[in-house]
């Protein structure tokens, strides 16, 4: 597809070795799109940006030849916009469905399907084989599509939702107009949980309404919330036969929740929804829905009321080919480590200020309890230039549990995938100053 | 805020010269956040550039002295993500409203609220005083939200929609869980049209039926399809005090809507959507929603489930600075002259080819009929590199009235802002080999 | 070279039309590689990064399998750096020539010798059949080239200079350690002007001394020093076989210049020396040589002691490419208007002041005389933010002639390829309030 | 300089944040300009960006409201050359002095002196407490510019070179046309070495033919070629009151040079070349000359003849601030450990192969003989696409000594400055398989 005649400019045994650089450097382009999978090693960033170049220069709006009589025809006012998208002015996604190929945008069309293809084979490498597509909007807005798809197919009209004080999820189903029917947390010991036999009450209430009920469930929270059960709440949706979608934000970075995951895919999962940022390092904005129902995900994305900016898709390819399988794995493990980091100072400073660290199961965060207002603690460390923790009173009634009070004031810390130790180390220390 | 100590380095005469034209340099910055309107004259991409990156040194990401340790913290695997987004990886919105400022992100919060501020002035400019949010979806799901907080505010819950062969506002409709109510098309001499007085019907009718149904009325289509009259809508709905909502997907790129929308905002107008590439040359994906009524606004910025890529509001930025007033009003002047063009070229085109061009009010688009088959002839057009044309089949069901029958197969050809005379003569051109 | 598998990523139509579209981009760029001619268009500046790009990658430091154990292997501190040379961080050159193909860069020395194809073929555009290169130094360095290299092949040892009162010629000769005989102007009415036969004396009296003097000639300068006889010089220097130069700095941008060097190449000229900067649109610091004596051309070349940074040099690639011929041939006829307009505006303001317009031939600056200090005139003009005018007092023993008076104290304005008529029409405003 | 008004964009607590942010991200920038010195740690690309951004932004073309009518206005034609000059179209230095301020362009200007005092801290903070400037010219150019000077200020004619097998201080004193003596190397056991007494007969022998000698000494070089005794040469230069000038092209990057230097310091160095790219990390194209000797670097300075491009100094300045002191010391730390590696495996190969490595004094580089032919080797090894080693013959008139034969056909292999231990593993092995 390009023929360069460099012959006589200089002479000819460098300009075999010229060509045999080139060459190996365009391969490492080309591989990508034989094989269509996440690469071992990452690629750096001249090859990245070379990659949507090329993809980017099949698109109308770059055809040198092209008329242009339309009134969508991505023309754009600056220079700064097509870099902005990547090159792809015409977004991704066709009135129809956003997955389809955009007649107008070749090249943007390719990279969704690349990008779809190379986050299944992540996923799978991860374990999980399943069918998967990059969203161009962030998880509140995946779990929206997916419950609409979950009406659409299956007529569900309420969804049955093991109560998380999680706002995006209840304001994706207050959005659709599906009406939401909360079931209430316990107390068992420090953790919060729902009971699957509370769920299954709930369903059947339902079905005995004549509704159509959905479950959503949640995987991953913050402590003192453990993860709902999934894999039961998959057997009792699978036995009821109605929809399941998982909320697994920050699912794949840990083993832990992964586990949870291919156990549940046994039985009723509809959908995955999992955030592009909190897991892939992009900046925010995309998201990622996967299942094993490769019908489901289809009417996921014909859900979708036309185009979309390409930015959030371009951002998770960059991030898959940018990391590559390897960087991801060692990432995971330094994740781990880190929480055993996380959970040993915490301990520490726990035991000197007469505190405790809540026995909760989480791979990814942690809580301590504190005396003081934690509402005020979470305000200092803000000052201090602390991002990511939260102070939750006890009495906050939407804060742990729906309504309910909870035994302890707290502060909850993550060591989520790509925190830094130093980051952990100066963050109790600070912690110990002012708790 | 920037004290650069340049003393002794150069003679102190050219110290203060290079001092001068710095500062008139960063003046140009400052102008844009102490007037907080549309320039009359663009800036170049090197100032738009410097404005950004500015304001994304704001937020948390970029702090030297951060520490981070939430699971959210805008981490990101390669610096071509951060270009991606225009320095602001942490996104819009905060979980609770698209609008609000999001804590870890000051830059980014600043950037979107004085986006807003310069999208009203330049509404304003265009003789609509209204307020204004730029929105990081495109139109379909612009109109998605409006509809649902329509619903939440006003309980509305069936959608009354003119037909016109649109499939991103019906799909919009069926992802939130509205009902639809088409209104059908009639035929006026050439022109199709949605009589008024068969949607107060509708209305009357799903009023009586004890629903609380909401207008969705079309400014800007193809012909043969006219505009609704939203003047007469927007004063039943005034009567009726029901919801009225405007797919003006590109209404602000010429005074034949621009008047329209004037008068129809005197009586019951909840909000209009427009394109932001349709209208303001940025890529796909962003959208503008304006309105007077600024609580309807914030209602919609409410519905938005969480947050949400960056990216298409910075294009709305960066389009709004890049151009500036003088050039828009430039380009709306020339559109209406490419308009007369076509029309020109074509009228020549039906004589030759004893085709007639079709009488129906409409400043962008224009028809000619044709006797080989349209849909062929769009197909040609493509393969001869023109992007824009569509063609229709007289019994395509849903492709000119709502399941009924149009007297003529016709190809539509768009003169919309931002088209070249050139290509407008050279589509002309081709037509005429190809009909 | 590029061979890309999207089979089954997106409809085979599509796929097809994407191909045609990437083909027909990166047809641009080969062909360049097959004409190695100014293009007639300017290409757009995506394109030329693209074939920047491809070229970079053909360097064994962007060779992903090289094993680098040198002392010179181009690792640089940060990425800026490979932006600011293009890609080509081994520079041009190698230690015995700098057009000759270096073996770690062949990618940078491709882009050399397609450098110089392009300017020969440009150069062959304006009329000037001769070889030529572009030398990563700017004007006086590569005056300083052609000298030593006279001094190498010819074993000149004087250089004859017909005074212009220009220190970089002066300094170039001084750095390479030849001495200068300086031959005196004389006044011709308002023209200064060196005459052709105390040219010859010189040159008789150098040889009669048994020196081997070269001869450097002044083509283009401010008014009112006229350009050389170069013709007639040209004669001379063939007729005594001395080595011949040509201080051409501004020369290929008027017609002017140029039929008088078509004119001389028929006679005695070794080189000529142009700016990149001033005809090329380039940042300064590159420059231009040529001659239709290939031989002497290859020994200025062998001259530079070492490799060089290759900005320059892609700089005048990048002009070349962007600007295209036909560009190129506008701002030539448009430089020619503007020198008009610029006559026009001086004359009405002489009249105005009683002052005059010297009556000097100069097709790019003209010269208005002045009652005023003009050093003080030109200190104002330069706070009033105008840059390129010069002050000359009557008396200044190096400003005009060579230790001589000038009738006149003046101020020189100019009209140089590229300038705008508003700020010409600006200048002799301004000049109206100063003067 | 910089007062930009959020007020009322953002809640105010926000605000302050995002300003406390954005300050401490410009006092990065506000530092450098204070301090003037090397920063301990390096900054992040991005603030380099913006400083070189702010700089360039008060040069005259520049300027927002600048009329430009000179010939040299630094117009461009492509927005890329911008980028590959970083900013400054003006170049660097007045036709006068490379380092004297240009009225065109402070900001440059400004950009240079702060390189050179930032190049001071930095040479300062490896013990060399002299003067210093960044060239915008290679190793050999800027040996050139040294010589010259030395030839105005002292009258130098002949410059005594004691022999090393390099063509750029050879090409770059045939270049400015001086003469050049050379002294001829003898062997001490394995190392090749200039005797200091032949260099003192040579200087006593011109001066009594009434020559004006100067003296080129060489620090750095490829074994088995030992460093000159340079500390014995400044003496007899100090003794004949002789200009000395060291070639040091990879000299700050081991402690074994940098104390030769401080000694030499001591008595007659008139400057010290360097190279930019082998010692601190730049593309190819800049270099550093250092002295005690203000005045005689003033002299070199005022040497060039014109302008030059400013990116071999800009690549410089980048260098400094993106490396910073810590990381600079840390990198000589890990070349001595490589050098180490390095000896140690071609002992080990040395062994296997019944050869042995050349026992010379060589901070950087190392010797192996070799039974093959050397040149054939390197030849092989190149295909084997590793860059850097040398292949040797015994007999190469210019390749060891001058005209005389060396005992050993010999590969030379380099562990210089930035050199990765996995690359000098895989050079020895594959090494084995060659050899």
New interface residues.
Partial sequence: ??????TG???SN??K???L??????A???EI??QRKIPKEGLD??K???LL??LS????D?????????????????????????G????IGR??NLID?Q??A??A??MY??TN?ILESFLKNLGLKVNAIAT??????S???CL?AA??KYHSNVVIYPYAS????I??T?????RMRLVETKLYGDAVRVDVSDIEDAIKKEIKENNNPCVLSTLTFFPPRESDDIVEISKICEEFSIPHIINGA?AIQNNFYIDKLKKAFKHRVDAVVS?S??N???????GIIYSRDREFLREVSL??????????V??IL??LL??GMNKYLDLMKKQKESKKLLDDLLNELAKKKEEKVLNVKNP??SCITTKKDPVDVAAKL?N??????RGIRKNDKFGTCYLGEYPYDYIV????I???NE??M??VE?LEKVL
């Fill in positions: 597809m390009l023929d360069l005649n460099f400019l200089i002479p460098m300009e070795r010229g060509e650089t080139l060459k190996d450097n365009l490492i382009i080309e799109f034989n960033d001249d990245i940006k070379l170049k090329i220069l099949m698109d109308t770059k055809d040198p030849k092209v008329i242009q009589i339309g009134e969508r025809e991505a023309r754009i006012a600056s220079k700064i916009q097509n870099e902005l998208v990547g792809f002015c015409h977004g009135s129809g190929a007649p107008k070749p090249g069309s390719i399907a690349l293809k161009p909007v962030a998880t509140g807005m779990l929206a599509l609409s009406r659409k999680h706002k995006s999820p304001k994706a207050s959005f659709i107009g599906m920050y955030s940022d909190k892939l390092f992009t900046p925010i904005g995309g859900c979708y009321p036309g185009r979309a900016c390409a930015t959030p371009v951002n960059v991030s940018s990391l990814i965060s803000y201090l230039r602390i991002t990511g923790p810390v993550n060591s989520a790509g925190v830094k980051d952990i100066q963050v600070k």
